[in-house]
């Protein structure tokens, strides 16, 4: 009887065997596509109501990263009752980050405790209506951006671990009175902005924020202080207007560098300002502040482009601008009708362009513009300061004397540019406490002549010993136009003023 068997060709069972080994492999990799799949089509979470929450919660579904988030807490209909908007988001703590932006409308929604695992948000973070007290998202680490809009909370707290943001925006929030939070921010990418609050009466926070491209603060009409910003190193801009009650602004002294404008304007009761001293900034506007009496601040700094002092009309005095470490391009100082004196603005060297224009108050400049050297000052406007008397200063003479711009005009007897040529030439030829015949010639275009054969030192109006030497001649012909000091005699008491050509 013939032998019959079933016969299978080893690669087929070799085949089948491999398989059946890979098929794990294969069902996770179906399983995890379907998940990314699920996760994709329901990570861009919207709640509009607690049922809606609810159901994703049932789903089973757990997104840790959510490309977005929007919930609508409840309100309550006019019977009380609530409206079916979202009441507890407890069960959201699986999540701790999310890609794109956090938009809530909490309105009466108590609590946001279950986003408090968030810790990054690739977008903004945009509140846009609630009341009470704001005080959520504790250990949100960076955002794109954190806004407040529209709500009426009395007090934003939280944000006690932001440490960078794009942008922070609180603007026309009706109830809100302090901002107490973002204690911990550092660096903002974009803007501060702050404005149109109109119970908003004072800024405080932001001790540790470096670097900001602008800050702008505008319009909150109860804001009475700004206070703080020490810290700031690296600025765009800042911008401080129209705050209808603002009376003190104060810090901002921690070396702010500014590439940008130092803008105070249109804020009409403000009577303080006592910050941003050793600071650089591009460019300083300080107008339209009509109780601000005294300008003291801005010492130590360092100045670009120009600075613009202007249509402040209780401005009394300038104090401010001490030792600058550079000058503007352009400083001009017009418009202010109580100014009376001006005795900052000291450093080594004079701004190019310097405006003093329309203050009719002013009666003197021999108390401040106090440089090293004028040789940078290209042109002076001097124009309708009607009692002005006080202009025979030395390093206005020494202006003239070396053919500078000018444009001299308006002001009070004795402060005409022919006046002041003939007073610098008065000052020019007395000899100051000296026993000896005085040098000559005097103006010289180049040597000058000593009566008695000795040492000798040529120093500036600012004491700068220019040169020394012995002997019956004095060479100046490497000195520019101006009015110099040359010192003879015993220990150098002789004195005399000599003008160069």
């Not at 069972?13 to 329901?42: D, Y």
């Not at 603060?217 to 109860?222: A, G, K």
């Not at 000559?440 to 040169?467: I, K």
Request: proline residues 4%; glycine residues 10%.
């Amino acid at each position: 009887m013939p032998y019959c068997s079933t016969f299978t060709p080893p690669s087929i069972s070799r085949r089948l065997l491999w398989l059946l080994s890979w098929l794990p492999v294969l069902l996770l990799a179906l399983a995890m596509a379907s998940s990314a799949h699920a996760q994709s089509q329901t990570c861009a979470l919207r709640f509009n109501t607690q049922e809606e929450l609810n159901n994703y919660l049932g789903s089973g579904t757990r997104c840790s990263t959510a490309q977005s988030i929007f919930i609508r807490g409840y309100n309550r209909n006019a019977d009380g009752t609530p409206d079916g908007g979202v009441t507890d988001v407890s069960g959201l703590l699986h999540i701790t980050a999310v890609t794109g932006d956090v938009i809530i409308q909490k309105n009466l929604l108590a609590s946001l405790a279950g986003l408090n695992d968030i810790g990054t948000v690739g977008g903004v973070v945009h509140i846009q209506s609630g009341v009470g007290t704001f005080d959520d998202f504790p250990f949100l680490v960076s955002a794109g951006g954190v806004a407040f809009s529209g709500t009426s909370f009395t007090e934003i707290r939280g944000f006690g671990l932001l440490s960078s943001a794009g942008e922070v925006y609180i603007s026309q929030n009706s109830a809100l009175r302090s901002v107490n939070a973002f204690n911990n921010l550092r660096t903002l990418t974009s803007r501060l902005t702050i404005t149109n609050n109109p119970l908003l009466d004072r800024i405080s926070t932001f001790g540790a924020l470096t670097a900001a491209a602008d800050i702008q603060v505008q319009s909150n009409p109860q804001l009475q202080a700004i206070v703080g910003f020490n810290a700031l190193r690296s600025l765009g801009s800042v911008n401080i207007t129209v705050n209808d009650a603002l009376r003190t602004i104060s810090g901002f002294n921690g070396g702010l560098v500014a590439t940008g404008q130092v803008g105070i304007m249109e804020n009409p009761v403000l009577e303080t300002l006592s910050g941003f001293d050793n600071s650089d900034v591009s460019l300083v506007n300080i107008s339209r502040n009509p109780r601000l009496k005294e300008i003291a601040n801005f010492n130590n700094s360092r100045f670009g482009v120009s600075i613009a002092i202007t249509y402040n009309a209780g401005l009394e005095q300038i104090t401010g601008f001490r030792s600058m470490a550079a000058p503007p391009r352009d400083l001009s100082i017009s418009q202010n009708v109580l100014l009376d004196s001006i005795s900052g603005f000291t450093g080594a060297t004079a701004p190019t362009n310097l405006a003093i224009d329309d203050n009719p108050a002013l009666r003197t400049l021999t108390q401040g513009l106090t440089f090293t050297t004028y040789s940078t000052l290209n042109y002076l406007y001097l124009r309708n300061n009607s009692s002005l008397t006080g202009c025979n200063v030395p390093w206005l003479c020494q202006h003239l004397v070396r053919g500078g711009g000018a444009n001299i005009s308006g002001n009070a007897t004795g402060c005409s540019e022919a006046a002041i040529r003939q007073a610098c030439t008065t000052l020019a030829a007395r000899p100051v406490a000296t026993k000896r015949p005085a040098p000559f010639p005097n103006p010289t275009d180049d040597m000058l002549q000593l009566p008695v054969r000795g040492a000798y030192r040529v120093s500036d109006l600012a004491g700068r010993v220019l040169l020394h030497g012995t002997g019956f001649q004095v060479s100046l012909a490497e000195l520019p136009t101006g009015l110099y000091l040359v010192h003879t005699g015993a220990d150098f008491q002789d004195r005399f003023r000599i003008v160069k050509r």
